[in-house]
């Protein structure tokens, strides 16, 4: 069955650091991996996709993730924090037919 | 482009009662998807469509549950007899699937609250 594990269920930074929200997941055949961002009483707002080529996927609003095929990890990362980065996120995965499957998501608090 | 449109934003019930949602996906996209979200949980799949064809339906959405899309463009979720457990908060996604799985765009989502 296919899964995502967000390990961390929430992550704390000061605003500059740079911040990592973990993610690994287990998908049959090549996966398609994402993240999202929740703010409160908004949608899933898409941030970034993984789907082949490099590893390092860029993003908006300055995030990035690396994916990692064989620690089946698919790690969120920002090399400077924003107090307005402050939000859930959400890693999810997919196999060839679109469906997501989300992991449980992660409070990300930036504090000035 | 006016993004993923739900409707009602807020349903609050009584138990035993039915009650439907109503999803406006961006217009050209040809795949819809439900999803259950509670909370400090991520949203769980409940069922998908590709234009007008229910192509999958999670072992969550039971016989309560039924998801339309007459035309392949809006989508209804009803759900009778509804129960305290019901409540949540209903996800509506869409997307253009081309040759690989594209990015979901969501709208706000329903939240209905089961008394």
Known sequence: AQSVAQPEDQVNVAEGNPLTVKCTYSVSGNPYLFWYVQYPNRGLQFLLKYITGDNLVKGSYGFEAEFNKSQTSFHLKKPSALVSDSALYFCAASSNTGKLIFGQGTTLQVKP | ?115
């Open chain 2, 1 to 115: 482009d006016t993004g993923v449109s739900q409707n009602p934003r807020h349903k609050i019930t009584k138990r035993g009662q039915n009650v439907t949602f109503r999803c406006d996906p961006i217009s050209e996209h040809n795949r819809l998807y439900w999803y259950r979200q509670t909370l400090g949980q991520g949203p769980e799949f409940l069922t998908y469509f590709q234009n007008e064809a229910q192509l999958e339906k999670s072992r969550l959405l039971s016989d309560r549950f039924s998801a339309e899309r007459p035309k392949g463009s809006f989508s209804t979720l009803e759900i009778q007899r509804t129960e305290q457990g019901d409540s949540a908060m209903y996800l509506c996604a869409s997307s253009k699937y081309l040759t690989a799985p594209g990015e979901l765009f969501f709208g706000e989502g329903s939240r209905l609250t089961v008394l």
